[in-house]
Each structure stands twice: as structure tokens, then as C-alpha cells.
């Protein structure tokens, strides 16, 4: 079955640089979710898209913005690059609950490196 | 924001035995209960989930037991493997807010062979 897609896999910038990170959810999902997962920490929110319209915020630091385009893709804009945002960024999406079921199926994720 | 929180970081257990990982809640408002087991380098994987009208919930070699109560919920894994080692994370969603998922401190779960 096709899983939700992220790329890069990894990722290097310097302080001050831009990142951006996509997702291609899986096909028929309605809804993105970004987490942000620190080391040794749990996956926090960031922000969701339902049918392209930002339909949840989290602790996404202004800096960063997002957006979920027309083939329901996501992206993930990350500027003025700070060392505490080094971190693995997960994608997921979900049904949101059309199937029964609210489960949401994550990506393996990017990880991001800030010198 | 919402509380979810583990008791217990890390739980060393021998292949063959059960083993109990615990979770604890503060918003008498979360509805439904998830459980994700996250290997290293790799996205959080379901494991299995709860709405708050139930008390138990099983699936294969796991049952998911909710005390509304207290607070409290486990994962319960029987005969662990080695495969299990992992981390596991518990999230809970409001019933104002299924899609909106927060996760609570992971234990690190070790099977000793």
C-alpha cells in the first residue's frame, strides 16, 4: 500500500538559510498534519491542512509557514534557520475520519540539520 | 495546551513476557486514545486506538485498557519480542478535535533476548 512520502530524507543549512520540506500524502487522504520531533522528545504539532485550508495551528514558530497545494501535497517553509530547529519533521495524513477511523499515517520523516 | 504524559521513560522486559506501558491524561475533554510504537530513524507507526466509551480495546498480541477515572490508559503487549523494541507514544485527541493528535513523553521499551 503507498505511504505517505517525504523529502529529503535529510537535510543540512546554516544558520539564517531557508529549508523546505515536502510531503506527498497518501493518494485519497484529505488532511496533512506536520510534527516537529526534537531528540528524545515526543512528535509535536505544528500545523494541518484539511482540503488545502489551514484547519489546525500548533507551536509553529512564525518563521516557519506551510501551505497544501491542489494535488494535496504539502510543503513546509522554514526560514531565518536557527540551531534549536534542527530536528526530524514528520508528515502524516488521514482520512480525516471519512473511513471510521481518525487514524493518522506518518512519513519517515526529514531530518534536519542546522549548523 | 493539552497534558499527556508517561510514567515510566524506559521498560527493560525479557522476550516471552508481557509487557505494561502507561499513560496518564489531565483533560477530562480527551475522547479518543491512540498508541504509536516508533522505531529509530523511522515515522511513528499506529499500533491501536480507543474511544473514551470503551473501557478495553484488543488487537493482535495488544489490548489497550482506558480508566477514565483516573486518567489513565496502557498498552498492554503480550509474549514481547524483540521486534517491540522500540519507543511508544501515546496521544490523545479532544471529542471537540479528532484529527488534532498530542503526544505525550515515550517509553522506551527493551527486549531482552
Known amino acids: 500500500a503507498a505511504g505517505v512520502i517525504q523529502s529529503p530524507r535529510h537535510l543540512i543549512k546554516e544558520k539564517r538559510e531557508t529549508a523546505t520540506l515536502k510531503c506527498y500524502p497518501i493518494p485519497r487522504h484529505d488532511t496533512v498534519y506536520w510534527y516537529q520531533q526534537g531528540p528524545g522528545q515526543d512528535p509535536q504539532f505544528l500545523i494541518s491542512f484539511y482540503e488545502k485550508m489551514q484547519s489546525d495551528k500548533g507551536s509553529i514558530p512564525d518563521r516557519f509557514s506551510a501551505q497544501q497545494f491542489s494535488d494535496y501535497h504539502s510543503e513546509l517553509n522554514m526560514s531565518s534557520l536557527e540551531l534549536g530547529d534542527s530536528a526530524l519533521y514528520f508528515c502524516?495524513?488521514?482520512?480525516?475520519?471519512?473511513?471510521?477511523?481518525?487514524?493518522?499515517?506518518f512519513g519517515p520523516g526529514t531530518r534536519l540539520t542546522v549548523t | 495546551g493539552e497534558s499527556v504524559g508517561l510514567h515510566l521513560p524506559t521498560l527493560s522486559v525479557q522476550e516471552g513476557d508481557n509487557s505494561i506501558i502507561n499513560c496518564a491524561y489531565s483533560?477530562?475533554?480527551?475522547?479518543?486514545f491512540i498508541w504509536y510504537k516508533q522505531e529509530s530513524g523511522k515515522g511513528p507507526q499506529f499500533i491501536i486506538d480507543i474511544r473514551s466509551n470503551m473501557d478495553k480495546r484488543q488487537g493482535q498480541r495488544v489490548t489497550v485498557l482506558l480508566n477514565k477515572t483516573v486518567k489513565h490508559l496502557s498498552l498492554q503487549i503480550a509474549a514481547t519480542q524483540p521486534g517491540d523494541s522500540a519507543v511508544y507514544f501515546c496521544a490523545e485527541a479532544t471529542r471537540y478535535n479528532f484529527n488534532k493528535f498530542y503526544f505525550g513523553s515515550g517509553t522506551k521499551l527493551n527486549v531482552k533476548p
Open positions: 502524516a495524513s488521514s482520512d480525516s475520519g471519512t473511513s471510521g477511523s481518525y487514524e493518522q499515517y
Open positions: 483533560n477530562s475533554a480527551s475522547d479518543y
